[in-house]
């Protein structure tokens, strides 16, 4: 069982910056592929990124602006989010799995685990 807490949100001016954090529970946390992933206001839930012990993976619509990295020691993963426009605005999930193949990084159903989102609004 691995509990997720996200945090960092909040109100960014477009072209500004926030680092998203998610806390996980659990010993056994680098053996997790984590994914972060967003939903808009009428939106469905969409993919930003993933990272797991060797590799990271992005979203094209984010790619070249945001970063995530992990801290298997603090048991943390990030999301670095730079150049953020209007357009990225939603409740940012953090989720994790163990087994996740390469090819399903961006599947919501390949992630057994969620943790409650923060929101972040980047205004124009």
């Known amino acids: 069982q691995v509990q997720l807490v996200e945090s960092g949100g909040g109100l960014v001016q477009a072209g500004g910056s926030l680092r998203l954090s998610c806390a996980a529970s659990?010993?056994?946390?680098?053996?997790?592929?984590m994914g972060w992933f967003r939903q808009g206001p009428g939106k469905e839930r969409e993919f930003v990124g993933a990272?797991?012990?060797?590799?990271?993976y992005y979203a094209d619509s984010v790619k070249g602006r945001f970063t995530i990295s992990r801290d298997n020691a603090k048991t943390t993963v990030y999301l670095q989010m730079n150049n953020l426009k209007p357009e990225d605005t939603a409740v940012y999930y953090c989720?994790?799995?163990?087994?996740?193949?390469?090819?399903?990084?961006?599947?919501?159903?390949?992630?057994?685990?969620w943790g409650q989102g923060t929101q972040v609004t980047v205004s124009s």
């Open positions: 989720a994790a799995n163990r087994d996740i193949s390469s090819g399903r990084y961006s599947d919501v159903d390949a992630y057994n685990y």
């Open positions: 659990g010993r056994t946390f680098s053996s997790y592929s």
């Open positions: 990272i797991d012990w060797s590799a990271t």
